[in-house]
């Protein structure tokens, strides 16, 4: 069965510190790993997609990594904002089928000034 | 070029009445996924739509659910006869691109939170 796990379940840090998000899956066949970003009340908005060859992505203030073999990937915040306090959310593609995307239940981010 | 819309945002249904949910995708897209997120739990996947087709419908109930994306106007999601475990939000997603490209990218509405009482 493909699962997405996250954690923390739940992070608070202080404004301008650093943090690290994890996620672990076990979707097969793999095709690319994304993560999103979901403001409460909002749609999710999309901070990166990685395929299977890329072990790290940039997008300002987030870089994400991506080990395929481990099938783990990390999200890394450098200097949190206080509009960095949102569900981060890991989701998975698989290669089967048309629309094959497991998600994660997310770790929620409060960043405290 | 305005983003995915969706509307409405907030949908009070009675047991026994119908929903109807409406997604409007990015101008130049013609691929729109429904998801439904209940509380505490990540996105579900349940149909997947181009213009006039239904691709994968997987992911939605047999029953009382159904989905469409007409030529003209906006995609709709209708739920007959709610119950109360149909209290969720409901996102929809649009792409430019068909599903199963690598990287295509999906652009979601702000949801339609539906609480049926």
């Known amino acids: 069965k493909n699962q997405v796990e996250q954690s923390p379940q739940s992070l608070i840090i202080l404004e301008g510190k650093n943090c690290t998000l994890q996620c672990n899956y076990t979707v097969s066949p793999f095709s690319n790993l994304r993560w999103y970003k979901q403001d409460t009340g909002r749609g999710p908005v999309s901070l990166t997609i990685m395929t299977f060859s890329e072990n790290t992505k940039s997008n300002g203030r987030y870089t994400a990594t991506l080990d395929a073999d481990t099938k783990q990937s990390s999200l890394h915040i450098t200097a949190s904002q206080l509009s960095d306090s949102a569900s981060y959310i890991c989701?998975?593609?698989?290669?089967?089928?048309?629309?094959?995307?497991?998600f994660g239940k997310g770790t929620m981010l409060l960043v405290s000034p | 070029n305005a983003g995915v819309m969706q509307n409405p945002r907030h949908l009070v249904r009675r047991r026994g009445q119908e929903a109807r949910l409406r997604c409007s995708p990015m101008?130049?897209?013609?691929?729109v996924y429904w998801y439904r997120q209940l509380p505490e739990e990540g996105l579900k996947f349940m149909v997947y739509?181009?213009?006039?087709?239904?691709?994968?419908e997987s992911g939605m109930p047999k029953e009382r659910f159904s989905a469409e994306f007409p030529k003209e106007g906006p995609s709709i999601l209708r739920i007959q006869q709610v119950v109360r475990g149909d209290s969720a939000a409901y996102f929809c997603?649009?792409?430019?691109?068909?599903?199963?490209?690598?990287?295509?990218?999906?652009?979601f509405g702000p949801g339609t939170r539906l609480t049926v009482l």
């Open positions: 739509l181009q213009k006039e087709n239904i691709i994968d």
């Open positions: 997603a649009s792409s430019p691109l068909a599903a199963g490209q690598t990287t295509d990218t999906q652009y």
């Open positions: 989701v998975v593609r698989s290669n089967s089928g048309y629309s094959t995307l497991t």
């Open positions: 101008k130049g897209h013609s691929h």
